[in-house]
């Protein structure tokens, strides 16, 4: 019989093919839509181009260009020219930096044939492809810990390879790397690598600001555990061993949660320091700014730092805080703004993945009302009569993962651009894909496939590329894609969800059309 490790191989393995195979679609996909459809006249950030395009540069962008469309932009504008535009400090400074490094030492060698530009196209295909497979890795790794169920952890770790998010996982946006340093963190707190979890979820905040709410793991997890420790020494050992003990793990927790929450917090405070000091004491006048940009600066409205302007109105708050003052002035974001009779076609378009979430929570919160009513401190509680929890997905460590999702759906939709909710949730909580493999493995036809040992021979094929192409993609998610006509309702509708999106978002976000 396989060993756990040999299984575990083999499931990384199959997650690995599909992911790497969702990558290369996804690419040929979005170069073939881009040229098949015309591109729409947005209203969006279009900076001039720095450089005139070199022997290369055309193909790049013909193969490429789809992957700069909409917020893309402003991220390819901050790695090759830096945080000018006061709007630009909406996005933080981690992705740049990252595919600034790799076109800078990577793919130094095109620079005679490619602009900076074009190397930096060619390095957001290579690097959120590249942490795409190793996001999708890290939640099979998390979910296997969390669930403690192999099954749903491999169906979580293929679902997310055709995440309804695709397409911002693809493109010059910072979902992907967020995602991975994310799920990577959260697998190494659950694991017990407390200080290389504070690290990963550190870096995930220099990525994108919601990495704040990742704070809370670090002092929840701890928590509990310090908790459940506690309850352990409590019992068959003497008052003064206790209280020592006690105390023991009372210092460990206000030393150790406090200390790694300041490693999730610091990079935020440091780029709004920077955004501060850049334009609260700017040491720049107008004339040290390229003229064509200076010219846009005028014509949008965008404020760029100079010492002999007015100081902005945020630099006089008692916390100066930009990234609220720009999510508040450029974006209208707030609480209830978009509430709008306008706006129903975006809320319809978020409906499928906060639906995904509400059934998450109301499926947890059933099977364990007790145990969710003491926020999952103290003893478990889940059924505790009966030997085993009455799913995996409703076991006990679940559970702050479904307040997280919670609260990231409850803040999406009251104070956020609610189109946005879908690439929020998508790569920020790993509860989309567990309730979504949860549902799926309902389904008969996995219930039948006792091992899951996919990608092995088919016998339905012949050998050749079409055996070879069928075994290298054979994994759950596909045999029910084959299966599509014999499938449930529930599960046709979780899979259409997920095509459907990753295919609409394809087309339409890479033609500067309205999915954003």
């Known amino acids: 019989m396989p060993s756990s490790d040999s299984h575990a191989r083999l499931d990384v393995r199959t997650i690995v093919r599909f992911a790497a195979f969702t990558r290369v679609l996804s690419l040929f996909l979005q170069a073939v839509l881009n040229a098949a459809i015309p591109d729409h006249i947005a209203d969006a950030f279009s900076p001039p181009r720095a450089e005139e395009p070199l022997l290369l540069d055309y193909g790049v962008e013909l193969l490429l260009g789809g992957l700069g469309r909409w917020d893309a932009e402003h991220f390819l504008f901050i790695a090759e ?19 600034r490094l790799v076109a800078a030492t990577l793919l130094w060698p095109l620079s005679p044939f490619l602009t900076v530009r074009g190397r930096l196209l060619l390095a957001v295909a290579l690097v959120n492809s590249t942490l795409f497979v190793l996001g ?37 946006y910072s979902e992907t790397l ?5 799920f990577g963190g959260l697998w190494l707190l659950e694991s017990g690598f407390m200080f290389g979890a504070c690290l990963l979820l550190g870096l995930a905040t220099g990525a994108r600001a919601n990495g704040l709410v990742n704070a809370g793991f670090l002092l929840y997890l701890p ?21 020592r003990h006690y105390t023991f793990l009372a210092l460990r927790f206000l030393l150790t949660s406090p200390l790694c929450i300041a490693v999730v917090v610091l990079p935020f405070c440091l780029f709004q320091f920077y955004g501060y000091y850049t334009f609260c004491t700017p040491s720049v006048t ?72 509400v059934i998450a929570s109301y499926l947890y919160v059933k099977a364990n009302p007790r145990f969710c009513l003491r926020l999952g401190l103290g003893q478990k509680g889940i059924k505790e009569k009966e ?13 702050v993962y479904i307040a997280h999702c919670s609260g990231l759906l409850a803040f999406g939709t009251f104070c956020m651009h609610v189109q946005v909710l879908t690439r929020f949730l998508a790569s920020s909580t790993p509860v989309i894909y567990w309730i979504s493999s949860h549902l799926l ?34 994994n759950p998610v596909t045999q029910l894609l084959m299966h599509w006509r014999t499938c449930s309702s529930s599960t046709r509708c979780i899979l ?8 609409i978002g394809l087309a339409l976000h890479c033609n500067f059309l309205p999915w954003t």
């Open 81 to 99: 020219r830096g945080y000018l535009y006061e709007h630009n400090f909406a996005f933080f400074p981690l992705f740049p930096l990252v595919i």
């Open 223 to 243: 928590l509990q555990r310090t908790l459940a420790e506690a309850q352990v020494l409590s019992k068959g050992s003497t008052w003064h061993k206790r209280y």
């Open 441 to 474: 493995l309902s389904e008969p036809l996995l219930q039948e496939t006792k091992d899951f040992s996919y990608g092995q021979q088919l016998d339905n094929f012949k050998h050749g590329f079409a055996h070879f192409f069928f075994m290298y993609i054979n």
């Open 178 to 182: 967020f995602a991975a340093l994310t």
């Open 286 to 357: 107008q004339e040290q700014v390229s003229p064509v940009l200076l010219k846009l600066a005028k014509e949008k409205g965008y404020r760029v730092p100079d010492e002999a302007a007015p100081i902005p109105s945020w630099c006089l708050k008692p916390i100066p805080v930009l990234y609220s003052y720009i999510q508040d002035v450029y974006w209208d974001v707030g609480f209830l703004r978009y509430f709008q009779l306008k706006q129903i076609p975006n809320f319809l378009l978020a409906l499928p993945i906060a639906a995904l979430s």
């Open 387 to 399: 030997e085993k929890p009455p799913t995996d997905f409703c076991n006990s460590k679940v559970f």
């Open 496 to 503: 259409g969800y997920f095509i459907s999106f990753w295919l």
């Open 136 to 172: 999708a890795v890290a939640l099979y790794g998390l979910s296997h810990v969390v669930l403690q169920d192999r099954k749903l952890a491999l169906v979580s770790g293929l679902i997310y390879c055709i995440t309804p998010a695709n397409v911002f996982m693809l493109a010059g």
